[in-house]
């Protein structure tokens, strides 16, 4: 029985692919993905793929160098080459040697759909977003509890910030689950009181990796949030829909944290020279309130404060004799007065006419002015200037 090396048993594989001449010159058609240009090397390594199967690719650089447009995920392409064996890790792959644009794949052009859609109605609206709170009491951290995205975010927040309670949501992040499992925890955290802000995210994947979080549902439901929202999916160079309806977007998960929470080292920095700059204006100001002080101090009148009260008490004297005077001044003034009105009411008065010889007469206290006011036999009283005589009417003329 013969016994092969995996090596062998690769090489052999390899030679049935090479040895078949229709794989030697194939047409293929599909969508990049995962695409990385080598930069030292200058050669192509992506992914091409359609709605069901999908095939490692290789680019050397010398056919890389003569595609005449610009290579990126998402990208609808023709590629001619021929089909290999990479006997190293045992996965078969293509080695393109021409490639023609087609356009955007199907899966890019699903992005692009869903993405012009949301932005037509609203949801990334920079008027809408929220301000992140600068002292966050608890963080919410939607994403899987396996992988390194968590622990990054719980490692750094407990570094920077460790007043922070953190709540995490373990929900799966990829696959037909992810999308229902996030909306299911989304909704969970708005039910309860105290989080301050949520992180969804996951570490770095491919484009399909990372397509729950191009969910329309999910994009609606953190729209509704009433907590402000962290998007943290992928790398920096990944976008995906809920980095844009997000209230703001981190690069990666780590950044998430970074953003989410200040660093104590440098509050407490920042506290300690504010320390310095309100103990230095507070010796200034009372070194100046200190001299100023001093200065009041040295003057004679501070020194001789009876002079104070001399000084006032003869204002004070001076002040009532111009008062008295003015009063004096004042009594005079209205006594004329008075003395002149009473002239005036002396020459009106009828006591004045009575005494030149004039009387009135009067009946039941009213003044007779004609003969019309008195009848014969009638008692009158006739008022003279020194008294009243009762008479009686004998005739009247």
Not at 145 to 150: E, H, K, M, S
Not at 349 to 372: D, F, H, Q
Request: aromatic share 8%; with cysteine; glycine share 6%.
């Amino acid at each position: 029985m013969t016994t092969l090396s995996v090596k062998q048993l690769n090489l052999f594989v390899k030679s049935l692919i090479e040895g078949d001449v229709r794989l030697n010159n194939v047409y293929v058609t599909g969508e990049i993905s995962n695409f990385k240009n080598h930069y030292q090397s200058g050669h192509f390594y992506f992914t091409l793929k359609d709605n069901d199967a999908q095939i490692r690719c290789v680019m050397f650089r010398a056919y890389a160098c003569r595609v005449p447009f610009i290579v990126c995920d998402g990208l609808k392409v023709v590629l001619r080459g021929r089909v290999s064996l990479y006997e190293k890790d045992g996965q078969y792959q293509f080695y393109a040697e021409e490639m023609h644009e087609q356009g955007l794949g199907d899966i890019s052009l699903q992005f692009q759909q869903i993405k012009e859609k949301l932005e037509k109605e609203g949801l990334f609206l920079e008027e809408n977003k929220r301000p992140i709170p600068a002292f966050p009491k608890r963080i919410a951290i939607i994403t899987s509890d396996t992988g390194a995205a968590v622990q990054d975010i719980l490692n750094i927040t407990a570094r920077r910030y460790p007043l922070c309670e953190i709540m995490l949501c373990p929900v799966a992040v990829q696959g037909e689950n992810a999308v229902p499992s996030m909306l299911d925890a989304l909704e969970r955290v708005y039910s309860l009181s105290g989080c301050d802000i949520i992180i969804i995210g996951r570490g770095g994947g491919s484009i399909e990796d990372l397509w729950a979080f191009n969910s329309e549902a999910l994009a609606r439901k953190i729209y509704e949030s009433p907590i402000p929202v962290i998007s943290a999916v992928g790398h920096e160079t990944d976008f995906t829909i809920c980095d844009f309806v997000a209230d703001l977007r981190a690069p990666t998960p780590s950044a998430a944290a970074e953003l989410a929470v200040p660093d104590c080292a440098e509050l407490l920095s920042k506290l300690n020279k504010y320390d310095t700059i309100l103990k230095n204006g507070l010796l200034l100001k009372y070194n100046a309130r200190k001299a100023k002080f001093d200065a009041l101090v040295e003057k004679s009148i501070l020194s001789q404060p009876l002079n104070i009260t001399e000084a006032r008490n003869e204002a004070v004297d001076r002040l009532f004799e111009k008062m008295l005077i003015a009063y004096k001044n004042i009594v005079t003034r209205e006594k004329s007065r008075f003395i002149s009105e009473v002239s005036k009411l002396d020459v009106l008065s009828p006591l004045k006419v009575l005494s030149r010889g004039y009387s009135i007469a009067e009946v039941n206290g009213k003044t007779v002015k004609s003969v019309n006011d008195i009848n014969t036999g009638d008692e009158f009283k006739l008022r003279l200037s020194d008294g009243l005589v009762n008479c009686t009417a004998d005739s009247k003329e």
